[in-house]
Antibody
């Protein structure tokens, strides 16, 4: 079964760092781009960026460039989304998704709560 | 950056009726457009890609059309499980964006 499994919910304080993960299985991990998508509480979907795990070629939305880092470790079929200094406004659900024809496989989402 | 504008924001429809959702791009995206369905507490689900191709397992009552800047998602006869939020998304360059969504609710 093709699936993306994301790491569990996180609670952090403003200024702290965080790295969440998305593990792919059931398909050729290095053959598909993986996207990260933010959904703030009660709001719509926002495309953050995308990575090609075969060579870690990464593209960011201008809105998220410099705010987050997307990376991948193909040896363990995992991609990551990380923050060096969280803000309260980073509180959201974060999804990873595989780009086949469209975003055809989605992770279950990781809730990130940033609160003092 | 190309902006996608969806209309209406909310669509009130009775079960069995037809629903027509619109997505307009500020510049041409060719046919590089997808549609997703999202229900509360769930990840989005791909419905349509390439503007008009149904994804695997998607019922035939869902259809997509359009190219360039004007796109439409049609649900021919709404079922109870179709009440949800629908998003369009472009993937024609490396700054992919989503529309703001259309909520389909029961009339």
């Amino acid at each position: 079964e093709v699936q993306l499994v994301q790491s569990g919910a996180e609670v952090r304080k403003p200024g702290e760092s965080l790295k969440i993960s998305c593990k792919g299985s059931g398909y050729s991990f290095t053959s598909y781009w993986i996207a990260w998508v933010r959904q703030m509480p009660g709001k719509g979907l926002e495309w953050m960026g995308i990575i090609y795990p075969a060579d870690s070629d990464t593209r960011y939305s201008p809105s998220f460039q410099g705010q987050v880092t997307i990376s991948a470790d193909k040896s363990i079929t995992t991609t990551y989304l990380q923050w060096s200094s969280l803000k309260a406004s980073d509180t959201a659900m974060y999804f990873c998704a595989r780009h086949g024809s469209g975003l055809d496989v989605w992770g279950q989402g990781t809730t990130v709560t940033v609160s003092s | 950056e190309i902006v996608l504008t969806q209309s209406p924001a909310t669509l009130s429809v009775s079960p069995g009726e037809r629903a027509t959702l619109s997505c307009r791009a500020s510049q041409s995206v060719s046919s590089n457009l997808a549609w997703y369905q999202q229900k509360p507490g769930q990840a989005p689900r791909l419905l349509i890609y390439g503007a008009s191709t149904r994804a695997t397992g998607i019922p035939a009552r869902f259809s997509g059309s359009g190219s360039g800047t004007e796109f439409t998602l049609t649900i021919s006869s709404l079922q109870s499980e179709d009440f949800a939020v629908y998003y369009c998304q472009r993937y024609n360059d490396w700054t992919w964006t989503f529309g703001q969504g259309t909520k389909v609710e029961t009339k």
